[in-house]
């Protein structure tokens, strides 16, 4: 018997409980290809030649970007359904952003971006999720050298703003088109000049960062210039 | 080998299981296999491993339920647990970690050949602890 018409929240919601089975299911033969590759990879099972080596790193950079695409759609499942749990602890904001610089330089210099960050002394903590608030440092920064043209620039900073710390990522980037700008955090939402960059991205991150900042009682928001480049921010109290 | 040490590993997936279970061997443990909770809790008892890695989603008994018998059991209590699961949520290792897992591991984050340093790691740690230099 066909299922009765379902409402728009009733179909939102059986799309969300299926991505959420799909993508737990897909975790673990992922995680087998994953290990399989290392091991090829690491040599355990005799030497490779180097075009061998070339192909399985490239199969390896394309399972880990499953799996990471496969933790958004579970993050954005358990926004959706409300059940994004948070840990909090005091946490350095400052810290948790100079481990993601340190973390993205590399990929930086190999896109021909200067990334720098400025820190103010003696930042206060703040009571987040450490290892979420990464995440969203982690989503604006790699964004930002991402969608930089040439030779890009990217300035991070954390600073105190009354009584907030404020975190600000600044680009010199493809900018963010006017008839985006209000687009930028839906779920899945990819601008076309993003698109036309990047192909590959799951407009996920963002929508995901905002969640997480909003949940952690802060805010997030960006000023971006079409063309000229971007400035992310989100402010987090301090407690 | 006289101090070959013994690794249970608790997993369902038959393609991890084969995995790990070679990683391991190619490393020098003797490594016992178990694919359901029952099958695992039975293993520790009977084979007293050095180590047990364990994950949670699993038929039968889930991981968590499988480490907390251990944990009250006296003979199985000082086993050294590592959880290797694809549950990744702050609240699953919490929850591992509060019923006495001595590591959390989610196996998409974690790189396998990683695998035999963690578990010398943690037999050395338990060793140390039944067994305190005295000054």
């Known amino acids: 018997m066909p299922d009765k018409q379902l409402t728009r929240e009733e179909t ?8 959420s089975v799909i993508s737990h299911q897909l975790k673990t033969p992922l995680a087998g290809i994953k290990s399989s590759l290392e091991i090829l990879l690491s ?13 399985l790193a490239l199969a390896l950079d394309g399972s880990n970007k499953m799996i990471g695409l496969i933790k958004n759609l579970l993050d954005a499942s358990r926004i959706d359904e409300g059940r994004m749990q948070l840990t909090s602890a005091p946490t350095d904001i400052g810290a948790l952003a100079k481990t993601v610089v340190d973390d993205l330089i590399t990929f930086a210099q190999a896109k021909n971006t200067t990334l720098s960050i400025t820190l103010e002394e003696n930042l206060p903590k703040t009571s987040v999720d450490a290892v979420k608030i990464h995440e969203v440092i982690s989503n604006l920064v790699y964004n930002a050298i991402r969608y930089s043209k040439g030779k890009g620039t990217v300035v991070v900073a954390v600073r105190r703003d009354g009584h907030d710390i404020l975190f600000s990522c600044a680009d010199t980037g493809i900018g963010i088109g006017e008839g985006d ?3 930028i955090f839906s779920k899945f939402y990819r601008s076309p000049n993003v698109s036309a960059l990047a192909p590959d991205g799951s407009g996920l991150g963002l929508y995901i960062s905002k969640a997480i900042v909003e949940k952690s009682g802060g805010k ?3 000023e971006s210039v079409e063309g000229k480049g971007s400035t992310f921010s989100f402010s987090l109290p301090i407690q | 080998m006289a101090d070959q040490k013994k690794i249970l590993i608790i997993e369902d997936d038959k393609f991890l299981l084969k995995l790990y279970s070679d990683k391991l061997s190619r490393e020098g443990f003797l490594v016992s296999m178990a694919i359901s909770g029952e099958e695992g809790l039975g293993k520790v008892k009977q084979e007293k491993p050095d180590l047990v890695l364990l994950d949670v989603i699993l038929p039968q008994k889930n991981g968590f339920d499988i480490l907390g018998a251990l944990k009250l059991d006296p003979e199985t209590k000082d086993v050294p647990v590592v959880m290797l ?3 990744g949520q702050e609240s699953d290792i919490k ?6 897992a001595a590591d959390y591991l989610v196996k998409t984050d974690f790189s396998i050949t990683k695998l035999p340093e963690v578990v010398r790691k943690h037999i050395a740690i338990h060793g140390a602890a039944k067994n305190p230099i005295s000054s």
């Open chain 1, 12 to 19: 939102t919601q059986r799309i969300t409980e299926v991505t």
């Open chain 1, 43 to 55: 040599g355990d099972l005799g030497e490779i030649s180097v075009k061998q080596r070339e192909y």
């Open chain 1, 181 to 183: 700008k209000n687009k």
């Open chain 1, 220 to 222: 997030i928001w960006f």
């Open chain 2, 85 to 87: 699961t694809n549950l």
């Open chain 2, 95 to 100: 929850t591992g970690l509060d019923l006495g």
